[in-house]
């Protein structure tokens, strides 16, 4: 049975009205008071219902916004958008830069469940599912998976991963390394990898896997990079991401290695940033205008319709390869 | 005299229990009542006292923080340093960017007025003083030059600016250019600009300066560097920013100009990302880490004591050069 905010109030031994004033941070709580009804709250698995909220008049106008890091210029442009998007909705964002800190990812989904947002748009990598189950508020996914309930936007990794090895093939290369941080089981991006191996697989080549570690330091990838190319005489890297496609020409540079003659590169991504001050990489074009129109769709939905079931929870959109100098034949 | 609450109430012909209210965002208020309200606040120049609104138990831990593009590494690093720091001290973020866009600009500033932020942070472009000036608010300013009291946090432009121009006369060049935005005479940035041209005097050379708009595409400033590079027999180029200078060495290439022989290129800003993605790139670090903290720390100031007068309001941080290839002799 679904717990009730009676329920709550009994195992904090508090009154239902402090657990409703606890939820919608209304008047003055004490830390002691707040966490007991938290610790409640946790214990019972309970959800905020979104009409008592909404009664309240809570309505916040605003979205929190939770992904790794704006510092990556895939992660800048799409929150870039989805803020100027969600401005002319008139909503704004609190936004959260997640990084590899489990801890300060937690203690945001903890200040925004505690009524501060009306929903959440989350592509971090941290948590696991548990912690997401329990928020009672209207969330969207960005090419991350947390729950069944939780909708997942993403572009077609496993294409993308295909096209990519593809693009090398025909620009003649026979040893196709992939070079990234593909071994996420949870998230779709690890599906660019298995894109990349069925199609290694159909042109009847031998596949060859380098991880680095999404949150290492790039002097880090980059020592272990340069390694590789020395040690192998490879003809073509399949990158996960446009930064690390930029290691790899910088470890081809220090290595003696010319791109595109002795070796040719292909990135993932395609931001703006990336075709304007690095014209010269070929990539794999994820549709960021549309992914982010999706997104705000999405979530629009679940905010007017909280109780809603919706039939469909994955949305992938296309991508497609952007040609240039590091795949010339 | 200082107009009170109650003169804003008969201004708009409502109860001072009404502006309060819109003051403090709190119960239903029709848009006629607010768009009243605010309208005779913004005719009295009405600032809302903080503590009358600290008394109303509304504090958000919530900063505004406005700047042009998180697409901008600069803004993004800046921006990402700031809400790590604030998380540590229990405030989240409200990001705004605005862009080349007033309007927006002007709806974010109303938006957190209404109560919606502790302070802000800001290091936007497009609106006047007066704007700044009506703000109740605790705000700090990164770079730009809003009103007296608002306390400007920058690094020695001016400095920088003769940093770059001596960096290249040291490198060997005696035609140095300037190319960026330098001309905005209210911003703190225009003096990278001065500081170019007092030293280019201090050497005894002449002052080229050719003007990019900063909202320009890339590929718009892009085409008036290669004529640029195309008509004049330079030597060496001073770059506003690290951007600039990407576009610049973009531009060399295209007219076949081999860096540093031929041509010696500094930028300006020396992120993290520039210096991992771009090494090659000579530049003029910005100190980034000293920066952030003295932005939140004058904001704290200002909002724990919103009444005092501080003596010092222009703080300037030094900053240094990055030596690379793109001025090796």
Redesign the interface.
């Known amino acids: 049975m679904k717990p009730k905010l009676a329920d709550v109030a009994k195992e904090a031994g508090v009154s239902p009205t402090t657990v409703s004033r606890v939820i919608n941070d209304h ?2 709580l004490s830390n002691a008071t707040k966490d007991k009804v938290h610790a409640a709250m946790d214990k019972l698995n309970y959800q905020p219902n979104s009409l008592a909220r909404s009664l309240h ?1 809570k309505k916040t106008n ?1 979205i929190g916004v939770i992904f790794p ?3 990556n ?1 895939f992660y ?2 799409l ?2 958008k989805v ?2 998007q969600l ?1 002319n909705h008139g909503y ?6 997640s990084a590899d800190n489990k801890e ?1 990812e937690r ?2 989904l903890r ?1 925004l469940i505690a009524n ?1 947002v009306d929903g959440i748009i989350a592509g971090a990598h941290n948590l696991g599912i548990e912690e997401y189950q329990k928020i009672g508020l209207p969330i969207v996914s960005f090419d991350r998976q947390y729950t069944e309930n939780i909708p997942i936007i993403s572009s077609d990794n496993y294409a993308g991963g295909m096209l990519a090895a593809q693009e090398l093939f025909d620009a003649g290369c026979r040893k196709i390394q992939f070079v990234g941080s593909g071994s996420r089981t949870a998230n779709p991006t690890g599906r660019r990898l298995t894109g990349y191996r069925d199609k290694i697989k159909q042109l009847a080549l031998e596949p060859h896997i380098f991880s680095v570690d999404f949150n290492d330091p ?2 880090v990838k980059l020592l272990g990079i340069k390694q590789l190319l020395k040690d192998d005489s490879l003809d073509g890297v399949v990158c996960s991401d446009d ?1 690390t496609a ?1 290691l790899v020409m ?1 470890a081809a540079q220090q290595v003696g290695l010319n791109i595109p003659t002795d070796l040719k590169v292909i990135g993932y991504d395609g931001t ?2 990336m075709r ?2 690095y ?1 010269q990489l070929s990539t794999i074009v994820q549709p960021l205008n549309d992914l982010v129109a999706l997104l705000i769709k999405t979530l629009f939905e679940r905010i007017d319709q909280p109780d809603a079931k919706f039939a469909n929870n994955h949305f992938v959109l296309p991508v497609e390869v952007k040609r240039a100098e590091t795949t010339r034949k």
Do not use: D, R, V
Request: aromatic letters at 14%; glycine letters at 6%; charged letters at 15%.
């Open positions: 008047g003055y008049g605003l890091s704006i510092t210029p800048a442009e929150i870039q803020e100027n401005f704004k964002i609190i936004l959260c830069n300060k203690a945001y200040m501060q790039p002097a930064l930029i910088q703006e940033f304007t001050y014209p």
